[in-house]
């Protein structure tokens, strides 16, 4: 499994979409009382926009920017990052991923599923949500939504996880 997760579902309409998914998977599934998210600013922006979009409503309070000062400055209930950054860019999150653990928030990884077949799946360094989608790999236009996108979790928010699910 690219992701390194339990279990994932197959029904996500884009990548940016299953980001915000993963944001109410969070509010669902963790300790934290608190409304805030935090989003790595290096996210795609049109998941960023669609995060932002979704959390109104809900009145979820979303901060943009660099993750790991916001982290140390906010009370939060998840972050999430993208794994390559929108850039390119492979950062090292294990330590971000444990200190929201800490804080009991959750930490979910935007992931490019063809990098992946490289780099270190993000559950094995404590992501506990993976959104993504799987166009990279030639799914064609409409095959599941514009790009077929997923979002895999650990086996502990499985039960609050939308869309159908699939088991590793």
Same mark, same amino acid.
């Given at each position: 499994?690219?992701?390194?997760?339990?279990?994932?579902?197959?029904?996500?309409?884009?990548?940016?979409t299953?980001?915000a998914?993963?944001?109410? *998977?969070a509010?669902?599934?963790?300790?934290?009382k608190?409304?805030? *998210?935090?989003?790595a600013?290096d996210?795609?922006?049109?998941?960023?926009?669609?995060?932002?979009?979704?959390?109104?409503?809900?009145?979820?309070?979303?901060?943009?920017?660099?993750? /790991?000062e916001?982290?140390q400055?906010?009370?939060?209930?998840?972050?999430?990052?993208?794994?390559?950054?929108?850039?390119?860019?492979?950062?090292?999150m294990?330590?971000?991923?444990?200190?929201?653990?800490?804080?009991?928030?959750?930490?979910?990884?935007a992931?490019? *599923?063809?990098?992946l077949?490289?780099?270190?799946?993000p559950?094995?360094?404590?992501?506990?949500?993976?959104?993504?989608?799987?166009?990279?790999?030639?799914? /064609?236009?409409?095959?599941?939504g514009?790009?077929?996108?997923?979002?895999?979790?650990?086996?502990?928010?499985?039960?609050?996880?939308p869309g159908r699910l699939?088991?590793?």
């Open positions: 499994d690219l992701t390194g997760m339990a279990i994932a579902n197959s029904s996500m309409l884009d990548e940016a299953a980001a998914e993963g944001m109410t *998977l509010k669902r599934s963790v300790k934290s608190s409304d805030t *998210l935090i989003v600013g996210c795609h922006p049109q998941t960023i926009d669609v995060i932002r979009t979704r959390a109104e409503p809900l009145g979820l309070q979303v901060l943009v920017g660099a993750a /790991p916001l982290m400055q906010h009370d939060y209930f998840a972050v999430i990052a993208q794994y390559p950054s929108t850039v390119g860019v492979i950062h090292d294990a330590p971000f991923a444990e200190a929201a653990h800490a804080k009991g928030a959750a930490f979910i990884v992931a490019d *599923l063809l990098a077949t490289l780099l270190k799946p559950g094995e360094w404590g992501a506990d949500i993976v959104v993504g989608n799987s166009q990279r790999f030639g799914v /064609p236009m409409g095959g599941g514009p790009h077929a996108a997923f979002l895999a979790c650990k086996d502990e928010f499985k039960r609050s996880m699939v088991g590793v």
